[in-house]
């Protein structure tokens, strides 16, 4: 069950709390290992803490998405390049310039003043 916490909120027992900040690490890994939206990483991950601990009682506080989504797009921000806000910031990694079979993909990166020439192509 997922609530939203109020002023009066009960210390729960240092398992609970254990399982929980485990739920919450497993989607951080999640988050910067998989492609899948946020959200589903989130619902998967809340339906498994009580599936995977049948001790636990359905009333367990678990943070709202809300309240954590922004720690999981970090993490997964971490893994991606910083989007860059001109052509010639835009940096290409070796490993992107072949192309799936290693041939040649990009043939020219070149700056011609304030100009950046990329060109592409394949068999």
Known sequence: MIREPSHHTCIQSSSKK???????SRMKKRAGEETLPISQIYSQEII???VN?????TGTFFPM????DS?????????YPKIPT??????????WKPGSHGEPFLLVDEIYGNERLLM????
Do not use: C, Q
């Open 53 to 57: 601990n049948p001790d636990m009682n």
């Open 120 to 123: 592409f192509a394949s068999d």
């Open 65 to 68: 998405l809300d309240s954590i």
């Open 18 to 24: 254990v399982v929980l900040e485990e739920a919450i």
């Open 48 to 50: 498994k803490v009580p």
């Open 71 to 79: 720690s999981l797009y970090r993490k997964r921000a971490k893994n």
């Open 86 to 95: 001109t052509i010639n910031e835009l940096i290409i990694p070796d490993g």
